[in-house]
Nanobody, 124 residues
Framework: QVQLVESGGGLVQAGGSLRLSCVAS????????MGWFRQAPGKEREFVTA????????RSADSVKGRFTISRDNAKNTGYLQMASLKPEDTAVYYC?????????????????WGQGTQVTVSP
């Protein structure tokens, strides 16, 4: 069973940066594609970005392109989400997710494993 644990969330001013981490256990992360999702109060969980097993391919939502960067270090079994130029509308709980299949997808239903989430709050 794969377990994912996020960290790095917090409170930041608009225009600031944060880096989230996602540590996997129970399985080599190199065998899983990874994604980040977020959920704001009263809204559905939405796709943010995803990365292939090797790290070569990525896919991102239009709302974060040019600001957020996903990466991974398979040797450390850890994935990262570097967030820059943060906006108040980025405020949400951010979730790390992983899936068995190769293809990068954007739907929550297509991911097999989920972390508990980490809160990111961006003040105006």
């Amino acid at each position: 069973q794969v377990q994912l644990v996020e960290s790095g969330g917090g409170l930041v001013q608009a225009g600031g940066s944060l880096r989230l981490s996602c540590v996997a256990s129970g399985r080599a992360l190199s065998t899983l594609a990874m994604g980040w999702f977020r959920q704001a109060p009263g809204k559905e969980r939405e796709f943010v970005t995803a990365i292939s097993r090797s790290g070569v391919a990525t896919r991102s939502a239009d709302s974060v392109k040019g600001r957020f960067t996903i990466s991974r270090d398979n040797a450390k079994n850890t994935g990262y989400l570097q967030m820059a130029s943060l906006k108040p509308e980025d405020t949400a709980v951010y979730y790390c997710a992983a899936r068995e299949a190769v293809v990068l997808t954007t739907t929550t239903a297509s991911y097999d494993y989920w972390g508990q989430g980490t809160q990111v709050t961006v003040s105006p």
